[in-house]
C-alpha cells in the first residue's frame, strides 16, 4: 500500500462552480498521476506530475488544472464544473513502476 | 496516439470454468500491467510483465507477454466467485524521460456459483 489518501471521497457540485480534488501520498513516489474512470472507457489520464512543480497534460485535459507545490501533494482543480465531468476520480503515484491508486472521489456535477 | 483494445467487455462464467482475457495494441509497451479492481476502491496490481513472450503465474491466474510487446492475456484457470471484478490491463512507456500508462476499458467478469 502506498499510503494513497483522496479527498473528499464524495462530492455533488453545481454547474459553473470550482472543485478542487485533493491527493496526498506517504511514500515519497516522484510521479503522481490523475485519472477519471467512466463506463465504456476505461482510466483515462487528465494530468500528471513528474515532480515538484513539474506537470505535464494527459489525454482528456481540457477543463482541468493541476499543482504540485510538495512531493506528497497533487491537486486537481476543475475551474468550472460541467455536468460531462460528472465521474470517478482516481489518483495514483508509480513512474518506471507499477501504479498504487487511491480509493477515488466520486464527483457529481449537476 | 496509445490504445489498448481489451476483451471481452462482460464476461459471466460459471464457478470452475477457465477464461481468457486479452489486451491488445498496435504500439510497443516496454512493460504491460494486469489490475484487478472491486466496487469503491481503486485498482491493486496483480502483475507486471516486461519482457517479449514472457509468461507469470499467479495461483490460477496466468499472464503472457506476446513476443512484439504489443499484446497481452490473462488466463484464469477454474474461477471462483471470488475472482468476480473488473480486470484492467495497462501499458506503460517513457517518453522524453517521462513515464506514461494507458488502459484498457476493462472486462468485467462475474463467477457464479
Known amino acids: 500500500d502506498a499510503g494513497i489518501t483522496q479527498s473528499p471521497r464524495h462530492k455533488v457540485t453545481e454547474t459553473g462552480t470550482p472543485v478542487t480534488l485533493r491527493c496526498h501520498q506517504t511514500e515519497n513516489h516522484r510521479y503522481m498521476y490523475w485519472y477519471r474512470q467512466d463506463p465504456g472507457h476505461g482510466l483515462r489520464l487528465i494530468h500528471y506530475s513528474y515532480g515538484v512543480k513539474d506537470t505535464d497534460k494527459g489525454e482528456v485535459s481540457d477543463g482541468y488544472s493541476v499543482s504540485r507545490s510538495k512531493t506528497e501533494d497533487f491537486l486537481l482543480t476543475l475551474e468550472s464544473a460541467t455536468s460531462s465531468q460528472t465521474s470517478v476520480y482516481f489518483c495514483?503515484?508509480?513512474?518506471?513502476?507499477?501504479?498504487?491508486f487511491g480509493n477515488g472521489t466520486r464527483l457529481t456535477v449537476t | 496516439t496509445q490504445l489498448l483494445e481489451q476483451s471481452p467487455q462482460f464476461l459471466s462464467i460459471q464457478e470452475g470454468e477457465n477464461l481468457t482475457v486479452y489486451c491488445n495494441s498496435s504500439s510497443v509497451f516496454s512493460s504491460l500491467q494486469w489490475y484487478r479492481q472491486e466496487p469503491g476502491e481503486g485498482p491493486v496490481l496483480l502483475v507486471t510483465v516486461v519482457t517479449g513472450g514472457e509468461v507469470k503465474k499467479l495461483k490460477r491466474l496466468t499472464f503472457q507477454f506476446g513476443d512484439a510487446r504489443k499484446d497481452s492475456s490473462l488466463h484464469i484457470t477454474a474461477a471462483q466467485p471470488g475472482d468476480t471484478g473488473l480486470y484492467l490491463c495497462?501499458?506503460?512507456?517513457?517518453?522524453?524521460?517521462?513515464?506514461?500508462?494507458?488502459f484498457g476499458t476493462g472486462t468485467r467478469l462475474k463467477v457464479l456459483a
Open positions: 495497462a501499458g506503460g512507456w517513457s517518453t522524453s524521460g517521462t513515464y506514461k500508462y494507458i
Open positions: 495514483a503515484t508509480g513512474g518506471g513502476s507499477p501504479l498504487h
